[in-house]
């Protein structure tokens, strides 16, 4: 295990999903007209499958049990991902993909990761000895909000979820998409990821949706002693990009590499 290196730079990107109002009849009564968000947010609801399709608690069970024969033995983390409807968060033309195990394209050249990608990223934060014997992840931080999924499953948990979006128009879907779900321990910050968020500092738990070739500084300082950080981050010797994990002591970080991931590039500043 090494020490955690300094700074480098940060992520994210989606599409604002355009829904056109059904052109008026001529018999049809005047109504006073609604907000765009809204009626934008009551449209998408109405396009998804409902009832025994994917809104199905049966579609989710499946995939879930799919994820533990596959190796996710963090029930807790399972029970979050059987509670989060996946299909809510990606674009209609797409929600029959929305239970496969595969990244899905969300605008921007970004993606929303594979299933099994999050679980184990999710998986390695509860992992934490600080994390097992509180039984949540206590403060979160996220690292790029893109379309709001993580977000969702980050809000059963840990007590509170800071997310930070770079990109605006992916702040304000991500916004869109968790306001039906009404989970208020969630946060949405539209800044620069790569700064972090430190009026909220310190985390409990930190968690990164892009990588670049070393960890901000900003993270490992608002990281609090006894905390997990999580992140994709470049391997060694040019390999591509690897899983980190790192844990801050009293005086120190202490890092060690998992698995190779495939995420997108850490970017610095606002759009």
Known sequence: MNRASRP???????DRVVVKAPE???TDPIRP????QEAAADARRQALPTGVGLDSAGVRTRMVSRLR?????????????????RHAFVDTALVVQAYEDTSLPIGHGQTISKPSVVARMLSLLMASPYTRARGHLGRVLEIGTGCGYQAA????????????ERLRPLHHK??????????????LVYGD???GHAPNAPYDSIIAAAGGDELPQSWLDQLAVGGRLVAPMEGSHGKGQVLMVVDRFESDWIRSV???VNFVPLKSGIA
């Open 8 to 14: 480098t730079r940060f992520p994210l990107g989606l």
């Open 24 to 26: 008026a009849r001529a």
């Open 33 to 36: 007209q609604r907000p765009l």
């Open 69 to 85: 024969a596959e190796g996710v033995a963090d029930e807790i983390v399972l029970s979050a991902i059987a509670s989060v409807p």
């Open 153 to 164: 499953l980050l809000s059963h948990l840990g007590r509170h979820v800071v997310s930070i």
């Open 174 to 187: 991500a916004r869109e998409l968790l306001e039906p779900f009404r989970r208020h321990n969630v946060r």
């Open 193 to 195: 990821g790569r700064v």
């Open 258 to 260: 998992h698995e190779a």
